[in-house]
């Protein structure tokens, strides 16, 4: 007996699953501040900082916009991979979305 399959490839599956990973809490805004900071962790641990993805968590600040972009940059100049952001408003959410990073409600 014979069934009729599509015989069509697949090209992709969907499947769900549960990655680490690493969530950067912002308590300054500051670009520049930032940078500095991850200055001082990447040269005391430069191994994590080999294209980890991060996660940048703003529900502590209490900013309406954010400098989303150039805090983006800093973190690709030490090698840390902005994938999302939690929390924000929703400009800053928004600026999120327009960079490609996901946003997640806060928690």
Excluded: Y
């Amino acid at each position: 007996m014979s069934l009729n399959v599509d015989s069509a490839v697949v090209a992709f599956t969907f499947k769900g699953g549960m990655l680490p990973m690493t969530v950067m809490e912002l308590s300054s805004a500051d670009p520049e501040q930032i940078r500095q900071q991850l200055a001082g962790k990447f040269s005391q641990s430069p191994a994590f900082f080999q294209h980890t993805p991060v996660v940048l968590s703003v529900e502590k600040l209490d900013e309406p916009h954010l400098a989303l972009e150039r805090i983006c940059a800093v973190c690709r100049d030490h090698k840390l991979l902005p994938v999302a952001v939690r929390g924000g408003t929703e400009p800053v959410r928004q600026s999120a979305w327009a960079l490609g990073l996901v946003g997640f409600a806060g928690g």
